[in-house]
């Protein structure tokens, strides 16, 4: 997780790219940079993040 200071010119690239206009807002992208869940407010739970980040995961041969 990193924080990004939106008033900043690298803020206002990530603002736009990801269209968001609410503070805080909570971006979980993947390898690509593709966003995979959004929630605005408050941040989200471990669990909810855990929860994510498994079921994005590609399921590997033993």
Do not use: C, H
């Not at 939106?6 to 968001?20: A, Q």
């Not at 690509?32 to 407010?41: A, L, P, S, V, Y």
């Not at 941040?43 to 498994?54: A, D, F, G, Q, V």
């Amino acid at each position: 997780m990193i924080r990004v200071e939106i008033r900043s010119e690298y803020g206002r690239i990530v603002r736009e790219k990801y269209k968001s206009d609410v503070i805080p807002a909570f971006l979980l992208l993947n390898k690509q940079g593709d966003e995979i869940f959004r929630k605005n407010g408050t941040p989200p739970t471990k669990t909810k993040l855990l929860s994510i980040i498994n079921s994005t995961k590609p399921n590997l041969p033993n």
